[in-house]
């Protein structure tokens, strides 16, 4: 799996590797007024901090205090902060160039993605088509004669971004990974986690009645009778909740020994005799496939159950429910409306809808995003934040290793396979050397549904492509202007879009403290990953493969078990006692975040020695801060987590986000880093300095 720097819920509810773009996609409602810029964000903010907050009992509060008192979080959002900002600002770049572009294009490039964005903006089409944009899906599903039907039905659909319960994606073998393998992956669920169908707290019961409601609300839409409604929504709701029971839990996921199993197409068959798969492989134009990666076995027996014993009207349902929820934010606007206020809204405490523009701006660069990100990084990333970033990854890199070689618990024999891990990463910077082709999506200015269907369709063909081929490491996961950075284990690489390298993460004009504290902890966090507890299950050349000796082994699990019950101590939604963080759910993140503050902290020092800068209070504007070198590192770091969550939001991140939330990933670092401590003039004891130093695995 790989391992983002941060995360949105709307893409991870929907499978292991999803990307994280927080789109919820576009709706009918019409742009409001002009559009107004966002500012731009800086670094290192004096204002931020909280002054009466005592650094050494709550860093948090102290770094991000002011911040976080003065940028409530706005109505359209359900988390709001340093991320969000830039990610807004990138944004509003993005949207003056898709307006230009939809208005006045000067290249093919800018007709296809410019028409893309006017399809979506044309809400007097989208109203006037109202749900017949899914009539073709749903003319299939009613012709289905039996369950029999279902994988070339599968087959058909997949053109389209739809089917039901089984589909195959080309991944890297695990244990070989150079080789592209066919994969089967559990998903079929629409609520956020198999927790929300089983858990029997009050909440879920609640959110699941909720959840049955919005769907009886959205089979009406479609025209069905209020008593066809009900009965639908309690279908799809005992098939989520059966296919929920079969699936495996998000933390034994993240360890990849749980998620591979080679299967013959033959043995799959046994395992599921009501589906096809030699149709379904025909169909989709991979018959020499003969073996296939069952990521999640208990998912593929849940699925053949509710293929054996339900009946064929329910299973309609369910593909009906599942064809009509992914349209339903492109739909008119009842549909988008109602499709806002139960997952937004209710689930995640979303007060306003975003306006289109925004939503439209998303969608372009989920669907085109190389195309739209091509002219984006010409305007926007300048070529010397690419060689400075470079240079900052091999002061990061020399300090790990110098960290790997002084590590007191790890024998020489692993050391030495850690170090040659660590000089085989390879950093990718900024955007694609070679951007993807988009001349055979078609474009049309007046079908927004099928636009969307013509990129993902894009998408599926060029990894179904892959099969058998060799692996291209230089492709992305994120697009250009993406706010977020990602550690890919099969392919030991480290990638950073260009949309993360400025404010507050970046700034050239800036001390080298303040940077080290930013993207200097980012690169360090991506780094670290490839020695987390499911990072280091992998090898220098992206093998799942023991390197490490048996002690070693014993060793890092002792460190590691220290982390997860730290973080399971701390609490998930402010204020609340009951929910606290899932310390195995947020091990690998954490991890990342504590080594990745110690690594960049030793390499500002290493890099201040090197300059012979005194280590005194430094200066900002001309202005004496009275910070030192540092103390503005930690700042800074501490700074890139201001945030502020709905409690709804806080709730569901608990759920599913692997990462911790801001406050924890300020105050969790630093607790357990005793430089921190020293440079703010903590006592042990504190709660920013605990005596005997905090948990340690790097
Ligand atoms: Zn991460």
């Given amino acids: 799996m790989r391992t983002f720097f941060t995360a949105t819920l709307t893409a991870m509810a929907l499978s292991m590797i999803a990307p994280l773009c927080v789109a919820q996609g576009p709706s009918a409602t019409v742009e409001n007024g002009p559009v107004k810029a966002p500012k731009k964000p800086v670094s290192f903010d004096l204002s931020a901090i909280d002054k009466s907050a005592n650094p050494c009992t709550d860093f948090y509060q102290y770094a991000c205090g002011g911040w976080m008192k003065d940028n409530p979080i706005p109505p359209d959002q359900v988390r709001w902060g340093r991320f969000n900002e830039l990610a807004e600002y990138n944004d509003y770049l993005l949207y003056k160039e898709l307006k230009a572009a939809a208005s006045t294009p000067r290249t093919a490039l800018q007709k296809q993605y410019g028409d893309f964005y006017a399809a979506c903006m044309n809400t ?4 006037q088509l109202g749900a017949r944009p899914l009539d073709p899906e749903m ?5 289905l004669k039996s369950t029999e039907d279902l994988a ?3 087959a058909q659909q997949i053109r389209r971004g739809g089917g039901g319960f089984f589909s195959i994606v080309v991944t890297q073998d695990q244990k070989n990974s150079s080789q592209q393998i066919a994969a089967t992956r559990q998903g079929g669920l629409t609520l956020p986690d198999r927790d929300y169908y089983l858990n029997t707290g009050q909440r879920y019961v609640k959110i699941r009645s909720q959840y049955v409601d919005h769907m009886v609300k959205m089979f009406t839409l479609l025209g069905d009778t209020h008593d066809k409604a009900i009965s639908e929504a309690n279908n799809v709701m005992r098939i989520e909740t059966a296919l929920a029971k079969g699936s495996m839990s998000r933390v034994d996921m993240r360890d ?10 033959a043995e799959l068959q ?7 798969w030699k149709t379904y492989l025909n169909g989709i134009g991979l018959p020499e496939v003969s073996q296939i ?3 999640s076995p208990g998912y593929v027996k849940a699925v053949n159950e509710v293929l054996t014993t339900e009946p064929l009207q329910a299973i309609k349902s369910y593909l009906r429910w599942h064809a009509l929820h992914a349209a339903a934010p492109l739909l008119s606007k009842p549909f988008e409306e109602e499709n806002f206020a139960f997952f937004s809204q209710t689930l995640e405490g979303q007060k306003q809808e975003q306006p289109r523009w925004k939503r439209c701006t998303r969608l372009t660069d989920q669907a085109l995003g190389e195309a739209v990100g091509q002219d984006w990084v010409k305007q926007h990333f300048p070529p010397n934040a690419k060689a400075n970033t470079q240079k900052l990854v091999e002061a990061l890199e020399a300090s790990m290793a110098e960290d790997l070689k002084s590590l007191p618990w790890m024998s020489d024999a692993t050391k030495a396979q850690a170090l040659d891990k660590l000089h085989a990463i390879a950093d990718k910077i900024g955007y694609p050397a070679h951007w993807k082709d988009y001349s055979s999506v078609v474009v049309k200015r007046d079908d927004l549904l099928s636009d969307e269907e ?3 369709w894009f998408e599926r063909k060029r990894n179904l492509d892959k099969y058998g081929k060799p692996v291209d490491t230089s492709e992305w996961e994120m697009t250009p202007p993406t706010v977020n950075a990602y550690y890919e284990p099969s392919q030991n690489n480290i990638n950073f879009p260009a949309g993360i390298l400025q404010p507050p993460f970046y700034d050239n004009s800036l001390d080298a403290a303040v940077n080290f504290g930013g993207i200097g902890v980012v690169i360090g966090h991506e780094m670290t990953h490839a020695f987390d507890d499911e990072g280091a299950k992998y090898d220098l050349h992206g093998n799942v493969k023991g390197w490490w000796t048996a002690e070693d082994t014993a060793r890092f699990k002792e460190r590691t078990a220290c982390m997860v019950k730290e973080y399971g101590g701390f609490e998930a939604v402010p204020g609340q006692t009951g929910q606290n963080l899932n310390g195995h759910l947020t091990l690998g993140e954490n991890t990342a975040d504590n080594g990745g503050l ?11 020695a090197k300059q012979g800068a005194a280590a005194e209070p430094g200066y900002v504007d001309g202005k004496r801060d009275g910070y030192t070198p540092a103390q503005r590192f930690f700042i800074s770091f501490g700074q890139v987590w201001c945030e502020n969550r709905t409690e709804q939001y806080a709730g569901v991140a608990a759920k599913v986000d692997p990462h911790s939330p801001g406050r924890w990933r300020a105050n969790g670092s630093v607790q357990n880093f005793p430089a921190f401590g020293k440079a703010f003039g903590c006592h042990a004891g504190q709660p920013m300095m605990p005596a005997g130093g905090g948990c340690r695995t790097w």
């Fill in 293 to 295: 990666d069952v990521v």
């Fill in 256 to 265: 990849p020994a749980n998620r591979y199993h080679m299967l013959s197409v």
């Fill in 124 to 127: 007097r089409e989208v109203d």
């Fill in 270 to 276: 046994q395992l599921t005799p009501n589906y096809n």
């Fill in 454 to 456: 013509h990129a993902n």
């Fill in 152 to 154: 070339a039905f599968n």
């Fill in 598 to 608: 110690r690594i960049a902290y030793q390499a500002l020092m290493e890099t201040l």
């Fill in 139 to 143: 003319d299939a599903i009613a012709a």
